[in-house]
C-alpha cells in the first residue's frame, strides 16, 4: 500500500535491536541509516554493544518477498534475506568483501531463485545460488559458507572441495573490475 510513497511510508523505521551475527547477543546502537535498492529497502550499519563489532541489516517492507523455504527434511519457513546476509557477513568475516559485494551476491540469487521457482525453494538451492557468487569473490569465505551451508558428508569432503577450489582458478574481484569496467584500455 505505501508502495509510491517511498520509504518513508511504510511501516519499518523502527530501530529494534538485530541480533548480532558473531556473538547472537541482540543489543546494538545504528550507526548509520540509509535507503537502498532505490528506496525499498533501508540499509543500517550496526555496532554489537556486546562485542564490538559492526554488521549491516537491510530492512524491507514484508512483503517485497514471498518465498518459501523448503528444507530438506520437507519443513517449510518463510525465505528471510537477513539469514544470508549474517551467514554471508560471517563466512566474510576480516576478508576483503564488501558490504555491497554481500548484498550484489544476495540480490542475484534471489533473482535466480525467482527465475526458477514460484514460491517453493528448496534450502539447497539457495546454498548454491550463494555459495557459487561467493566463490568467484573471496574462496576463504566460500569454503567457510559452503561448510556450514552445503551439506558435505564428513570433513574429507570439505576438503576435496576446498582443494578444487583452490586449483581452479576462477576471475577475482580485481580481474571482473577489468573485465567490467575496462574495455576501452
Ligand atoms: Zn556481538
Known sequence: ???AGGARASGYEGLGAMQCPFCGKDQ???VDSRSSEGG???RRRRQCLACGRRFTTYERPEDTLRLTVIKKDG???PYERQKIIAGLQKACYKRPVTDDQIRHIVEAAEESMFRAFDRDVPSSFIGDAVSIRLRQIDKIAYVRFA???RDFADVGELIDEAEQVRDVPVPGPDQRDLFEDGKGQ
Open 1 to 3: 500500500m505505501a508502495r
Open 75 to 77: 519443513s517449510r519457513a
Open 147 to 149: 561448510s556450514v551451508y
Open 40 to 42: 525499498r529497502a533501508v
Open 28 to 30: 546494538d546502537k545504528v
